[in-house]
């Protein structure tokens, strides 16, 4: 159905689009024929803006992009750091 080269009788996501599909899909065990998700942190590869997460940065949490949420917090203390330093800064 999704020409993903997985058979159809042993695909456990035979609908994916060929976005989906660009990245990959598992080939064996229980995820065949599924968008490939390299570091496991629940977004796969193809939308994941963070594929190779540690496991530490994915025990913390991850955005809806794949990134860490520690990275995010991280981010804007910095951007918040900056504004404080210079007020004037756009």
Do not use: H
């Not at 695909?11 to 660009?22: L, R």
């Not at 990959?24 to 496991?40: A, E, F, L, R």
């Not at 530490?56 to 949420?69: A, F």
């Amino acid at each position: 159905m999704d020409s993903d080269g997985i058979p159809e009788d042993e695909d456990i996501c035979p609908y994916n689009t060929q976005e989906e599909i660009a990245k990959g899909v598992y080939q064996t065990g229980p995820q065949k024929g599924c968008p490939i998700d390299n570091d496991n942190d629940k977004v796969p590869d193809y939308r994941d803006g963070c594929p190779q997460n540690t496991p530490l940065e994915i025990s913390n949490g991850v955005d809806s992009q794949g990134c860490p949420l520690s990275a995010l917090a991280e981010n804007s203390k910095r951007r918040m750091g900056r504004a404080t330093l210079n007020p004037t800064a756009k």
